[in-house]
C-alpha cells in the first residue's frame, strides 16, 4: 500500500487564518452598524454602555499588565546556548504575592459591582410617565399590543421619541397557536440590553429612543427553526407624528367597493372553501367589534409596515404573492409538520390575484 505523503502546511498558515479572521471582525464592524449597541441612542442603552466603556479599560490595563509580564519571562528566562539542561530552581508558595494576587482582583470587582448593581435597579425600575406596550413572542414573529389604545400590531411597532416605554413581554404557548412555548429574547441593541420572553411569565423592558428614527433588533435566544427570521423594527416619532401613527391604527379597516378585485380577495380572506382554512381564522382584519388578532399577525394595516413574516421581506407585491403562494419557501416553518407558521393554501393564480390585491389595500 502506498503511503500518503505527510501533509505539508506552511507554517504561516494559523498566522494566514489569524489574519483573515481580524479583517473579518474589521470587516463585519464597518457594516451596517445599526445594530450597534456601542452607538447608544437612550438613557436604557446608555447606562450599561456608561459601565462597558470604564470595566474595558480595566480590563485592556489588565491584559496589558499580564500579557506583559508572560512576554518579559518567555524573553528573559528562554532556553539559552550553553544551557545545560537542568531544571530551573523549583519553588513552591509565596503568601504575599498569592494575597496580592487575590485582593487586588477582588477590590476591582467589589468597585465595578457598586455602579452596576445601581446600574441594574436604574434601568429596572419603573420609570415615570411611561408608555406601555405588551409584547408577545411566536415562532417566528413578534407582535405587539397596546393597551392604552387597543392597538395589535406585528413586527414593527412604534413609540414616541423621549418617552419611557415599558415592554410587558411574554411568549405565545399553547393557549394561543400550536406554539408549546419557548423562550425568545428581546433585543434592539441601540434601545436597550436584552431581555428573555417566557411563556406564562411577565418580564419587563424599558426602552427609550431620545432622537427620531429605526431602531433594529432582533430575537436572541435561540427558538427553532426560524429563529434568525425574527426580527424587531422600532420607529421612533416625534409626538404628533405617533398620535397620527395611533389614529391610523385605530381607524378600522375601510371595506372594498363590491364588485372590485380586493372585494373578491375579501371574500376569498374569510372564506376559502375547498375544505381550506381561512385565513380569517389564523388572521383579524379589525372592521368592527373588539379586537382579537388569532395566532398570525393583525392585518388590518399591513401596508403601514415597511417589512412582514418577522420583517425579512420588503412590502411588496411581488413578495406578498410569493408569501400567499408557498410561505414555507420565504421563511421555513413546516407548518405540515409542527403546525406553526402560515400554510400554504394551494391557492390559484386567480385567487393569488384578489388576495394580493386585498392586502396592498390595508393601509
Ligand atoms: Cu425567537
Given at each position: 500500500?502506498?503511503?500518503?505523503?505527510?501533509?505539508?502546511?506552511?507554517?504561516?498558515?494559523p498566522?494566514?487564518?489569524?489574519?483573515?479572521?481580524?479583517?473579518?471582525?474589521?470587516?463585519?464592524?464597518?457594516?451596517d452598524?445599526?445594530?450597534?449597541?456601542?452607538?447608544?441612542?437612550?438613557?436604557?442603552?446608555q447606562?450599561?454602555h456608561?459601565?462597558?466603556?470604564?470595566?474595558?479599560?480595566?480590563a485592556?490595563a489588565?491584559?496589558?499588565?499580564?500579557?506583559?509580564?508572560?512576554?518579559?519571562?518567555?524573553?528573559?528566562?528562554?532556553?539559552?546556548?550553553?544551557?545545560?539542561?537542568?531544571?530551573?530552581?523549583?519553588?513552591?508558595?509565596?503568601?504575599?504575592?498569592?494575597?496580592?494576587?487575590?485582593?487586588?482582583?477582588?477590590?476591582?470587582?467589589?468597585?465595578?459591582a457598586?455602579?452596576?448593581?445601581?446600574?441594574?435597579?436604574?434601568?429596572?425600575?419603573?420609570?415615570?410617565?411611561?408608555?406601555?406596550?405588551?409584547?408577545?413572542?411566536?415562532?417566528?414573529?413578534?407582535?405587539?399590543?397596546?393597551?392604552?389604545?387597543?392597538?395589535?400590531?406585528?413586527?414593527?411597532?412604534?413609540?414616541?421619541?423621549?418617552?419611557?416605554?415599558?415592554?410587558?413581554?411574554?411568549?405565545?404557548?399553547?393557549?394561543?397557536?400550536?406554539?408549546?412555548?419557548?423562550?425568545?429574547?428581546?433585543?434592539?441593541?441601540?434601545?436597550?440590553?436584552?431581555?428573555?420572553?417566557?411563556?406564562?411569565?411577565?418580564?419587563?423592558?424599558?426602552?427609550?429612543?431620545?432622537?427620531?428614527?429605526?431602531?433594529?433588533?432582533?430575537?436572541?435566544?435561540?427558538?427553532?427553526?426560524?429563529?434568525?427570521?425574527?426580527?424587531?423594527?422600532?420607529?421612533?416619532?416625534?409626538?404628533?407624528?405617533?398620535?397620527?401613527?395611533?389614529?391610523?391604527?385605530?381607524?378600522?379597516?375601510?371595506?372594498?367597493?363590491?364588485?372590485?378585485?380586493?372585494?373578491?380577495?375579501?371574500?376569498?380572506?374569510?372564506?376559502l372553501?375547498?375544505?381550506?382554512?381561512?385565513?380569517?381564522?389564523?388572521?383579524?382584519?379589525?372592521?368592527?367589534?373588539?379586537?382579537?388578532?388569532?395566532?398570525?399577525?393583525?392585518?388590518?394595516?399591513?401596508?403601514?409596515?415597511?417589512?412582514?413574516?418577522?420583517?425579512?421581506?420588503?412590502?411588496?407585491e411581488?413578495?406578498l404573492?410569493?408569501?400567499?403562494?408557498?410561505?414555507?419557501?420565504?421563511?421555513?416553518?413546516?407548518?405540515?409538520?409542527?403546525?406553526?407558521?402560515?400554510p400554504?393554501?394551494?391557492?390559484?393564480?386567480?385567487?393569488l390575484?384578489?388576495?394580493v390585491?386585498?392586502?396592498?389595500?390595508?393601509?
Amino acid at each position: 500500500m502506498r503511503e500518503h505523503p505527510p501533509a505539508r502546511r506552511s507554517r504561516r498558515t494559523p498566522l494566514l487564518v489569524g489574519v483573515l479572521g481580524m479583517a473579518a471582525v474589521v470587516l463585519a464592524a464597518c457594516g451596517d452598524a445599526e445594530q450597534n449597541a456601542l452607538d447608544p441612542a437612550g438613557p436604557y442603552a446608555q447606562a450599561p454602555h456608561d459601565l462597558i466603556i470604564p470595566v474595558f479599560w480595566v480590563a485592556l490595563a489588565v491584559f496589558v499588565f499580564v500579557q506583559g509580564l508572560i512576554i518579559v519571562s518567555v524573553i528573559r528566562f528562554r532556553t539559552r546556548k550553553d544551557d545545560d539542561g537542568s531544571l530551573p530552581k523549583q519553588i513552591h508558595g509565596n503568601t504575599r504575592a498569592e494575597i496580592v494576587w487575590t485582593v487586588i482582583p477582588a477590590v476591582i470587582l467589589a468597585v465595578i459591582a457598586v455602579p452596576t448593581v445601581q446600574g441594574i435597579f436604574e434601568v429596572m425600575d419603573e420609570p415615570e410617565d411611561y408608555l406601555t406596550v405588551e409584547v408577545i413572542g411566536h415562532r417566528w414573529w413578534f407582535e405587539y399590543y397596546y393597551p392604552d389604545y387597543d392597538i395589535y400590531t406585528a413586527n414593527e411597532f412604534a413609540i414616541p421619541v423621549g418617552r419611557p416605554v415599558r415592554l410587558e413581554m411574554t411568549a405565545a404557548d399553547l393557549a394561543r397557536s400550536p406554539d408549546l412555548g419557548v423562550i425568545h429574547s428581546f433585543w434592539v441593541p441601540r434601545l436597550a440590553g436584552k431581555q428573555d420572553l417566557i411563556p406564562g411569565q411577565t418580564t419587563f423592558l424599558n426602552i427609550q429612543a431620545d432622537e427620531p428614527g429605526r431602531y433594529l433588533g432582533q430575537c436572541a435566544e435561540y427558538c427553532g427553526l426560524s429563529h434568525v427570521n425574527m426580527r424587531i423594527r422600532v420607529e421612533a416619532y416625534e409626538e404628533a407624528e405617533f398620535e397620527a401613527w395611533v389614529e391610523q391604527q385605530t381607524t378600522p379597516a375601510a371595506i372594498p367597493a363590491d364588485g372590485t378585485l380586493e372585494a373578491q380577495g375579501r371574500e376569498l380572506f374569510l372564506e376559502l372553501g375547498d375544505g381550506r382554512l381561512a385565513c380569517a381564522s389564523c388572521h383579524q382584519v379589525w372592521e368592527d367589534g373588539p379586537r382579537n388578532p388569532g395566532q398570525g399577525p393583525d392585518l388590518t394595516h399591513l401596508m403601514s409596515r415597511l417589512e412582514f413574516a418577522g420583517a425579512i421581506h420588503d412590502m411588496t407585491e411581488e413578495n406578498l404573492r410569493e408569501w400567499l403562494r408557498d410561505p414555507n419557501s420565504m421563511k421555513p416553518m413546516q407548518y405540515e409538520i409542527n403546525g406553526l407558521g402560515m400554510p400554504n393554501l394551494d391557492l390559484t393564480d386567480d385567487e393569488l390575484d384578489a388576495l394580493v390585491a386585498y392586502m396592498l389595500s390595508l393601509d
